[in-house]
């Protein structure tokens, strides 16, 4: 993705997570200088717990059709969960646009709830894993959505108007989409770790290669590495 695309796309997910009233920490308007500044000083934590935006096309170059806006809130560590003690959670928010599949996937750790927080209706397309962790193509699945267990047959689809959520263990893959707009999407988690704990069915990348064609008004979690050190 070109650095430019990336830029327009916070500015447009600010509008909108401003639109739905939800304000997010301070250090999501952070420059990249005063990031940097921060980070060698009192806010090493933010660059440890990968805190901040990501965008993504899952490195196939088809943002409006394979992409996800991402703002990590808060995050623990695995310390902390070898521990059992300190932050053992973390708390997203997404977006999600009209039809762009955030692709299938599951989790070997995390257990996630999926909060439509606002906007359009949010689509999920639902699998149980088979014993080998794969897909099971043929088994019916079974998740808790606010209070209530539900029922879909494999490959069904879950849909969540505004307020509604679904709790998803590590062994239920999805996917998932808005339907009739863009959707702001809440997820609370436990700690939660994008390097190794995504599994996807396809062979896709988890974060863009970005295009250096202009400066970046904020930096990406994946940009960490390269420019906080």
């Known amino acids: 993705m070109k650095r430019s695309t ?3 796309i916070i500015r447009e997910a600010d509008a909108f997570i401003r639109a739905h ?3 997010l920490p ?8 005063e990031l940097r500044a921060r980070v060698a000083s009192d806010s090493a934590m933010i660059r440890e717990r990968m805190l901040g935006w990501d965008v993504t096309d899952y490195g196939q170059g088809r943002f409006d059709e394979l992409g996800l806006v991402l703002f990590t809130i808060r995050n623990g560590t695995p310390d902390n969960v070898a521990r059992g003690r300190g932050m053992l ?3 997203k928010l997404l977006i999600s ?6 692709p299938m996937h599951r989790h070997n750790r995390k257990t996630e709830d999926i909060i439509n927080r606002g906007g359009a209706t949010l689509v999920l397309e639902l699998f149980a894993a088979a014993p080998d ?11 808790r959505t606010d209070g209530t267990l539900r029922h879909l047959p494999a490959g069904g689809l879950l849909k969540l108007a505004p307020g509604e959520s679904v709790t998803l263990e590590p062994d239920t893959w999805h996917a998932f989409w808005g339907e009739g707009g863009r959707v702001l999407i809440g997820e609370v988690s436990n700690v939660n770790d994008d390097c190794t704990d995504n599994l996807f069915r396809d062979p896709i990348g988890r974060f863009s290669e970005i295009d250096e064609d202009e400066p970046p008004v904020h930096l990406l979690v994946s940009d960490y ?3 906080l050190g």
């Open 26 to 33: 301070p250090f999501a308007w952070w420059s990249p200088e």
């Open 21 to 23: 009233d939800f304000a």
């Open 225 to 227: 590495r390269k420019w």
């Open 133 to 143: 962790g794969g897909i099971d193509e043929n088994a019916d699945v079974a998740v």
């Open 6 to 8: 990336v830029n327009e």
């Open 97 to 102: 646009g009209e039809g762009q599949i955030s």
């Open 89 to 91: 959670y973390a708390e």
